[in-house]
């Protein structure tokens, strides 16, 4: 059975940092695009950061580029995001998701599994 299980969330006051991990039961791990998206309260979810399975590439929405940076550890099936200079507008539940056919696209769509969800939430 597939899991991915996200931690890290917390609290934190604008400016801050977070470093989230997401854990994943996949056999074939290295084979798997892994993104991470968020939803905040009344919006649809959102894409946040996605890694190619070899590490090469990764991507960022707009938003966070410059910010957030997304990293894996195919031998520990880990993908993490460190999450820097937190802004309110950064609160939101935040999901790992793994893709075993893509390449990391921002559809929620292209993604095969997901994972339970983090809340992060930033004071001003």
């Known amino acids: 059975q597939v899991q991915l299980v996200e931690s890290g969330g917390g609290l934190v006051q604008t400016g801050g940092s977070l470093r989230l991990s997401c854990a994943a039961s996949?056999?074939?791990?290295?084979?798997?695009?892994m993104g991470w998206f968020r939803q905040a309260p009344g919006k649809e979810r959102e894409f946040v950061a996605a890694i190619s399975r070899t590490d090469t590439n990764t991507y960022y929405a707009d938003s966070v580029k410059g910010r957030f940076t997304i990293s894996r550890d195919n031998v520990k099936n880990m993908v993490y995001l460190q999450m820097n200079s937190l802004k309110p507008d950064d609160t939101a539940i935040y999901y790992c998701?793994?893709?075993?056919w893509g390449s990391g696209g921002a559809s929620t769509d292209e993604y095969d599994y997901w994972g339970q969800g983090t809340q992060v939430a930033v004071s001003s």
């Open positions: 998701a793994a893709d075993r």
């Open positions: 996949l056999r074939t791990f290295a084979f798997y695009t």
